[in-house]
């Protein structure tokens, strides 16, 4: 049988992700500053509502029916079609105990 048209890997090499796996559902892989994630004091969670500190502002993480949402610009663009936000991630290390220095950023 025929081959189907390769992709081209030049969006991938501009990010220098040439030879990534997309992540499960076809997402791209988006690198996350996740040692940076989820800092001392910089998440507070009070039931399904979290608030995240990052920078000179707080975004609030919901969680419904399972899903995260964020009131910042990255999900306000974005949806969840290409993962979370760096606000849910600081927010689910955070639900799994995960501690680390510095902050949001």
Excluded: F, I, N
Excluded at 23 to 50: F, N
């Amino acid at each position: 049988p025929p081959r189907p048209p390769r992709r081209s890997a030049a969006p991938a090499s501009r990010h220098h992700l040439a030879g990534v796996q997309p992540l499960p559902g076809g997402r791209p892989h988006r690198r996350q500053p996740v040692p940076r994630v989820a800092g001392a004091g910089a998440v507070t969670l009070d039931g399904a509502v979290a608030s995240v500190a990052s920078g000179e502002r707080r975004y609030q993480v919901r969680e419904s029916d399972g899903r995260l949402t964020c009131t910042c610009q990255w999900w306000a663009d974005y949806r969840g079609k290409r993962g979370p936000c760096k606000h849910a991630l600081a927010v689910t290390m955070v639900r799994r105990g995960a501690t680390v220095t510095g902050g949001v950023r």
